[in-house]
């Protein structure tokens, strides 16, 4: 679907519907009582709601195509959000994945000779404190022939740790710099949400002004209907002014994303 275009000619048109809101405002006394207005004054009214419905459904419809445009742009950047999200989780996942899994087997081959060579060490440490100088001879000198082993195995550990956490350090680099891309899209979001309250406090006054107009309605009351219909139309203008700046950040938004997956790495 192509975007929503605000054209000169729906400028005009807004121009022109605002000028009838102002002759409205002149030419229909609405705070006087429905019993006593003119029969001038209710035939005004009434000319003036017929010129001004029409401007209203138009207005109406326009926001309402609005509203799908944003509702299709918020659906397609939540879905390549929501990619853009498990790429960055399985940035070098399978890199890291493997050096976990060689650094944990090595722990598990190199441990008993570690740990071998540990408990030597303790008991050397538990017989000298005895003062039983052959014992700890005889545990050094097992201790000191595993010496070499106990240490190639411990630098090997130590690189393969090293590995994990340099390749985990450099994930970690990589997604950084896609997450701040999205940074932007973040806050955008929250002025989102604040503007769709506007729209809906609109909503709620239009509302109650479309249950006011229908009963003047009922009533043959057109100076009050004429009034409602002006209020009502007023709360759509409102709703279209944020609409408009919705849209503008939801096209920011989109913008992030798309800055962010190019950031991705190959």
Known sequence: MSAFRFTPSKSRFAVRLTALLLSLVLIFPFAAPPGRASAGAWASALSGIDALYDGYTALETANKIEKLEIQTLRKDSAVRLKSVNASVKAIDKSKIDRLNTEWTALKGKHAPLIRQYSDLG???????????????????????????SADAAKLELKKAQEALAFAKKQAAAKAKTVKDALAPAAALKKQVTAENKTIVSCNKTRAAAYKRYRSAVKQGNAITAAAELTLMYDQLRKIHASQRTIYGWEKQISAAI?????????
Request: a positive charge.
């Open 122 to 148: 303790k008991q050397a440490a538990e017989a000298r404190k005895r003062k039983d100088k052959k014992s700890a001879d005889l545990l050094d000198l097992k201790r000191n022939k595993l010496k070499p």
């Open 258 to 266: 798309q800055s962010a997956a190019s950031k991705l790495p190959a």
